[in-house]
């Protein structure tokens, strides 16, 4: 039946028209993801001479050993933010003689085919033959591999669970990564080593071949869990059960409905932020993009710095602005064609759109603040990219946004989901990463780097002196286009 489900899906999938529009860009993302796999091949036989040459005198098993912890809590945290979950039109089978158990073994099994699963072999594999074995022998080197496999099974069911609790129990989740974060913050401070712990944990279950068994057990558990939710939560009517909480308060309601049009519009945005799965999951990813100083921050950059930290602040003020502004009218793809039977201002209407673009933007440098520990010139230089975020950035990215012809699908997750992603949207990053550095080069190239970064900051002021003039011109090319738009939108 496992199969038959299979080919049902695939049939699905390739008779879709979506199929042969979206084959050239599969095929290209397939050329990238094996030559990844190819790199990630050549590291795993490689590093045993990386070793060598940089740890020459110690014990590279052990080593290897230190860092799989790292391995695995980074592996839960990228599959929660970047795993889809196999979704199956469960109503076409309701009314046929298939036993509830099927289903869901079914969806739990999809599971296992994601690339998270196979990928890591592409390093473990080789570096079993060429550590593992010569330094513990073959029998070890076997229970090594396998005790790895199974982790990385029991991950896989791990993050789905939760991913599908998300949604009925996000305290439960919450809580689990507050743990992740309290290990790695404690790690950092050098009071406790996850590195040690790591490395004598696997050495540990390595050579007490029972202990597996361990692991064996825990991988079993997680299945079940998985396997418990879906067999209470698999049917409409079911799901239906839970209690519908009021959301919104009736002071914010009654502020919103003041605001008239902007109001509703506003309204109805965040709705569709919080309620479809494809957005939840650019939700989910915010930290990603405000933590994203961690990394660069604390490291010397030499002569490159300021162009990396320009990139930083870039990206930290303006990656969730970008993700929304590049898609304003694509996540309205499925009632486009209602949107405009509606008697709408499409100007102020898009002039919301530029406000919401500001108001996602000014919150992310509000909360990148913080990174002035690291320095005062840190946050003047955000400072400066965010005014070019919203001044400059924010009306390239709408006015790309009204050639936008690709139909999105919000019920279906964010990550490696490129529906929706079309050249334009392409285009659309060279003035967000592009443009400023051309602006800031040439004043850094002459000795006056502050002068540029101030430059490029001025730059947003400007733009926020032409808003009307500027969403005039949006408001053109939306009229221009809008039954292109819609035309295209309705193919699925």
């Not at 059960?241 to 308060?249: C, L, N």
């Not at 999951?281 to 921050?297: E, N, R």
Request: proline letters at 3%.
């Amino acid at each position: 039946m496992f199969i038959r489900f299979l080919l049902l899906q695939i049939k699905t999938a390739t008779r879709s028209p979506m199929w042969q529009k979206n084959l050239a860009l599969n095929l290209v993302i397939g050329f990238f993801l094996l030559l990844f796999a190819g790199y990630l091949l050549m590291l795993g036989l490689l590093v045993n001479q990386i070793m060598n040459e940089l740890l020459p005198h110690q014990d590279h098993f052990r080593l290897f050993n230190g860092i799989l912890i790292y391995y695995f809590l980074g592996d839960l945290l990228i599959r929660f933010l970047m795993q889809s979950l196999p979704v199956l039109t469960i109503e076409s089978f309701l009314h046929l003689p298939i036993r509830k158990g099927t289903i869901i073994r079914y969806m739990i099994g999809r599971t296992l085919f994601d690339i998270f699963s196979f990928l890591p072999l592409f390093i473990l594999v080789p570096v079993t033959f060429t550590i593992v074995i010569p330094h513990e022998g073959g029998l070890i080197a076997s229970l090594w591999i396998s005790t790895l496999i199974v982790l990385i099974l029991s991950n896989n069911f791990l993050v789905t669970y939760l991913k599908r609790l998300l949604g009925t129990k996000p305290a439960v989740v919450g809580a689990f990564g507050l743990v992740l974060i309290l290990l790695v913050i404690l790690d950092r401070a050098n009071l406790i080593s996850l590195s040690s712990i790591s490395s004598d944990i696997f050495g540990y279950f390595t050579h007490h071949p029972l202990l597996t068994l361990l692991l064996v057990g825990w991988m079993i558990f997680t299945y079940r869990l998985h396997y418990q939710f879906l067999s209470k939560h698999l049917f409409p009517d079911e799901m239906q059960k839970k209690k519908v909480k009021e959301i919104h308060d009736q002071a914010e309601s009654r502020f919103l409905k003041s605001m008239g049009l902007t109001g509703s519009i506003i309204s109805l945005e965040f709705k569709l932020y919080l309620r479809n799965k494809r957005t939840k999951t650019i939700l989910y990813m915010a930290p990603v993009f405000l933590l994203y100083g961690m990394y660069f921050y604390p490291q010397n950059h030499n002569q490159y710095q300021d162009v990396v930290l320009l990139f930083v602040g870039i990206f930290m003020t303006g990656g969730m602005m970008l993700n929304y502004a590049n898609y304003a009218f694509g996540y309205e793809s499925c009632y486009f064609d209602g949107l405009l039977t509606k008697n709408i201002d499409f100007n102020q209407y898009i002039l919301v759109k530029f406000y919401i673009a500001v108001l996602i933007s000014t919150l992310c440098f509000i909360l990148t603040i913080p990174y002035v520990f690291y320095g005062f010139k840190i946050l003047l230089i955000n400072a400066a990219m965010y005014l070019y975020n919203i001044g400059v950035l924010s009306f390239v990215l709408l006015y790309f946004a009204t050639f936008n012809k690709k139909r999105i699908d919000l019920s279906r997750g964010g990550a490696f989901n490129y529906q929706g992603f079309g050249a334009m949207n392409w285009l659309a990053l060279i003035p967000t990463f592009i443009l400023p550095l051309l602006v800031y080069l040439p004043f850094r190239m002459s000795g006056h780097p502050n002068t540029g970064i101030a430059f490029t900051g001025f730059l947003g002021i400007i733009g926020l002196f032409f808003t009307r003039f500027l969403i005039r011109q949006i408001t053109k090319s939306f009229f221009r286009r809008k039954y292109i738009m819609a035309a295209s939108f309705r193919e699925k």
